[in-house]
């Protein structure tokens, strides 16, 4: 069996599974609904219908059995105006298990059109929308769930003779936008495919405002503004979901508006080509994050001097430093599991860079990475080293002020001279022997 | 910011908010994950920012604390 015949039987024995759950759901909610036309009709409060339905409210509870009981009695020994006959009646009426059985919010037209349309899948008759959103909504890993949708996506491309559309005289032109159309939606869903899983792992309220932030906003104020690349990835990715969606509309509606489905075309092109731009800077901003040994440089200024001052920190705080900095050296500062002493500046002055701050206790460390294909290995530019509470603002106004000094120290980390690396191994032999100096203190 | 994102972020700001009263959230704590000081970050929640991915994100955060 292939891994996609694999995922497809895994997928069908849930969705067999589940319309088994709502057929006993759609089952219980019938009863539910007898029992709520019976409350009604007892809501008279008449002894008569207490004894009518007997049968099914003894069955309930207990303690309903036992009123039943009383009013039985009651009638049949013709006392019907003793107190205790309405006693029995309003305690059946507040009898918890019964409200309970009574307040129900589920709908029986909802429930059987949710196993129609469970069934549809079943037989293969159902939307891609329909699919799409039971794949979601599974309990299936992400893998088999994406090898599903990338199935379902290569089977939306290959043109199913009884879908195409009537060829007429213009048969020609048309054919040749029904393959431009195959060739853009081939690539964009392998866009989509790659990275669902970033839309798929988020809460339903925060897709819900993703949505409607795209309702409220064009792209190209998004690409312009929006610096969050996690976040720009998923709404152009969302954004391609809904240009795929009218495209289909399109094709739905026979005959074929091919004129229309140019249009789409053309769109979709125009958001693929953004999805990408954004796509390559949210893998750069991924690379950088990946944990590896490192070179480390500091920024300096005119003078080659630090642009901290190590004296300024306690002995406590200098440990603190002394192990953010040898764990970026050493490659041992793992991005995901100590997600929490680690970030990224946002609102940063600089686009173009990511400056990432990393903490011990109450004090921080931040620093740009430059990798590039022509370095070896990567390398660590230190911007500042701060109380945790000023970091940020310090590292901004360093972009802010020192923005070529920067740049200057990133195309002499580049460039890799001799004589810029002497400069900065006399800097961190400075900066190691102002660690080593408190530890003999600590230690006198 | 057009006039429907005005709307989103009074909306989205006002989740926010009452994710960190309900959840009692440690502002500094809050700031570091959102890579800002304190000051941005309430600038951020009191005034609209044009880049609208920031509430979007700072949204995530908090329902994911």
New interface residues.
């Given amino acids: 069996m292939s891994g996609k015949e694999y995922y497809y039987t895994l997928f069908k024995e849930y969705i067999e599974k589940q319309v088994k759950s709502t057929q006993e759901q759609l089952k219980g909610l019938e009863y539910n609904i007898r029992i709520r036309k019976i409350y009604k009709e007892l809501q008279s409060k008449n002894s008569n219908k207490f004894i009518e339905y007997y049968g099914v409210l003894s069955q309930i509870s207990e303690y309903i059995k036992d009123n039943l009981d009383v009013i039985d009695f009651l009638v049949k020994n013709n006392i019907t105006s003793a107190p205790q006959m309405r006693e029995a009646i309003e305690n059946i009426l507040a009898d918890k298990d019964l409200l309970q059985l009574i307040s129900f919010t589920e709908s029986k037209e909802l429930l059987e059109g949710k196993i129609q349309k469970l069934t549809s899948i079943l037989d293969g008759t159902c939307d891609f929308e329909i699919l799409k959103n039971a794949l979601l909504d599974s309990d299936l890993n992400d893998e088999c769930v994406i090898g599903i949708l990338d199935a379902e996506a290569e089977k939306t491309v290959k043109p199913e003779k009884k879908k195409l559309p009537s060829l007429d005289n213009n048969n020609a032109i048309n054919k040749e936008v029904m393959s431009k159309y195959n060739e853009t939606i081939k690539k964009i869903n392998k866009l989509v495919t790659r990275y669902y899983h970033l839309i798929q792992n988020?809460?339903s309220?925060?897709i819900e405002?993703?949505r409607?932030?795209l309702?409220?906003?064009n792209m190209k104020e998004?690409n312009e503004?929006?610096?969050?690349k996690d976040?720009?990835v998923c709404?152009h990715i969302l954004h391609l979901i809904d240009l795929k969606t009218e495209g289909e509309e399109v094709l739905n509606i026979k005959p074929v508006d091919y004129s229309l489905l140019e249009i789409n075309i053309e769109e979709l092109e125009s958001a693929y080509e953004d999805a990408t731009l954004i796509v390559e800077k949210y893998e750069k901003e991924q690379q950088e994050m990946v944990p590896q040994e490192s070179t480390m440089y500091f920024l300096l200024d005119e003078n080659n001097k630090l642009l901290f001052n190590l004296d300024s920190f306690s002995e406590d705080e200098r440990r603190s430093i002394s192990s953010i900095l040898s764990d970026l050296e050493m490659g041992l500062f793992d991005y995901e599991r100590n997600k929490?002493n680690h970030?990224?500046?946002?609102?940063s002055i600089r686009k173009d860079l990511n400056v990432f701050?990393n903490?011990k206790r109450n004090v921080a460390v931040s620093y740009i990475r430059i990798n590039s294909e022509e370095l070896e290995g990567s390398k660590v530019l230190v911007l500042s080293i701060e109380d945790?509470?000023?970091?940020?603002?310090t590292s901004q106004s360093i972009l802010r002020s020192n923005s070529k000094l920067v740049d200057d120290s990133i195309s002499k980390v580049k460039e890799n001279t001799e004589e810029y690396n002497a400069l900065q191994a006399s800097i961190k032999d400075e900066i190691d022997s102002s660690f080593q100096r408190e530890e003999v203190t600590h230690h006198e | 910011?057009?006039d429907?994102?005005n709307?989103?972020y009074i909306?989205?700001r006002n989740e926010c908010l009452q994710i960190i009263f309900k959840k009692n959230i440690d502002i500094?704590e809050l700031?570091?994950?959102?890579?800002?000081?304190?000051s941005?970050l309430y600038q951020?929640l009191n005034n609209k920012?044009?880049?609208?991915?920031?509430?979007?994100?700072l949204?995530?955060v908090l329902?994911g604390w």
């Avoid at chain 2, 700031?31 to 304190?38: E, L, T, V």
């Avoid at chain 2, 920012?49 to 994100?57: A, P, T, V």
């Fill in positions: 988020k809460p309220n925060l405002m993703y409607k932030t309702m409220g906003t998004i503004v929006y610096q969050e976040v720009l709404l929490s970030t990224i500046v946002k609102q701050v903490r945790i509470k000023k970091i940020f603002a | 910011m057009n429907n994102l709307e989103l909306q989205i500094d700031s570091f994950r959102m890579g800002m000081n304190q941005t951020v920012n044009e880049d609208f991915s920031i509430y979007l994100k949204y995530e329902l």
